[in-house]
C-alpha cells in the first residue's frame, strides 16, 4: 500500500540520519542548520501556507473581500495575541508550545491509523510525549541554555532534582514503541502493516535518542510531520473536487512562503549580528510557535470533519 511504502521510505531516510550522526559527528554539527533550513524551505514553511485554502473550504466560503478580512483578521490575530504572550509571560508561553506540539505531532501521526478511538489517544498523545520529550531532554546541555536564555529557567537543574536525565530520556524514548505494541495487542487487526508501523515507531525514537537535536528535529519535521501534512492536505483538496497535486500545492503555498522565508532572513541578519546562537535558535522556534497555533486549528477541524478520508487507510483510494 502507498501510506506504508511512504512511511517506511521515511524510516529509511531515518536510519540513515542516525547513522551519518554516529560516523561523521563534526559533518553533523557543522550541517545541521543548513539542514533544518532545507527543511523548513521545502516542507516546513509551506506546509502550513494554503491555511487560508482550507479554511475557505471547511466552511464553504468563498474568498470574498469579506471572508478574507475575517479569516486573515482572526489567524494573525491569534500570532499577534501569542507573540505578545511571549514577551510577557515566556515560561507560560513556552509550555503552552510544548503542548501544542505534542498535540499536533502526535496527531498528524496518529490519525493515519484505523483505531477505536482510546487507542488513538494512546498513539496521539505517546508519540508526541516521545518526540517533544526527547527534543526538550536528549540533548540538554544543548537545550537548557538555549531556553534559559528566554525563559530565565533552567529546564536541566529543575529536571535532575527529581530524576536522572539519562532515566528521564530512556522513559521518553520508549513511551511511544511500548503503547505501540500494547496498542497493536488489543487493535492488531486494524494495522494494516504491523511491521512497518512498529519500525516507524522505533526510528524515530531512535533518531531522536541518539543524533544530535536540531538534526533530527530537521529530519522529524521535514521528512514525516511537514511533509505528512501535505500530502492530507491535498488529499482533502481533491476530495473537496480540486484537482489537487504538489505542483499545484506549490503553486498555491508559494507566495505565503516567500513572505515567512523573508521574514526568517531578516530574522537571521539581525540576529546574526549579535552573534547570539542560543537566541536565533529560540527565536526561530517562537516564529514556528506562534504560526503552529493558527495552523493547529485549521488542521485540528479538517482531521475533525474528514479524518478518515484524508489521513486514515481509506485516503489512499483517492
Known sequence: MIQNKVVFIQCIFGL??????????EFVEDFRYYLLGIAILLTGMPHGAIDHIISFELNDHSQTIKN??????????????????WIYFPM?????????????????????????????????????ITVVGLILFANPDYTSPVIESVTGISIAQVVTGFLSISVLKTGLALCYPVMFIITSLFQYHRFSDFTTALLDAAVVSLLFFYCDTIWAFSIYF??????????VMIRFMRLKGTKAGWIWFYKKS?????LSYLGIALLYFIL??????????????????????????????MYGMF????AGPEAEAH
Open 254 to 258: 508559494f507566495l505565503y512562503s516567500f
Open 92 to 128: 507560560f508561553s513556552f509550555i503552552s508550545f510544548m503542548l501544542i506540539t505534542l498535540y499536533h505531532f502526535g496527531q498528524a501521526d496518529a490519525m493515519r491509523f484505523d483505531l477505536e478511538p482510546f487507542w488513538r489517544w494512546a498513539i496521539h498523545l505517546s508519540r508526541g
Open 222 to 231: 521535514g521528512i514525516w510531520h511537514a511533509f505528512n501534512h501535505i500530502r
Open 16 to 25: 540513515l540520519a542516525i547513522l551519518i550522526n554516529f560516523l561523521f559527528p
Open 68 to 85: 478574507n478580512l475575517q479569516f486573515y483578521g482572526s489567524y494573525l490575530g491569534l500570532i499577534i495575541i501569542y507573540s505578545l504572550l
Open 272 to 301: 546574526d549580528a549579535f552573534g547570539s546562537e542560543e537566541l536565533l535558535v529560540f527565536l526561530l522556534f517562537i516564529a514556528i510557535s506562534v504560526m503552529t497555533l493558527p495552523h493547529m486549528l485549521i488542521v485540528e477541524k
Open 307 to 310: 479524518g478518515k478520508s484524508i
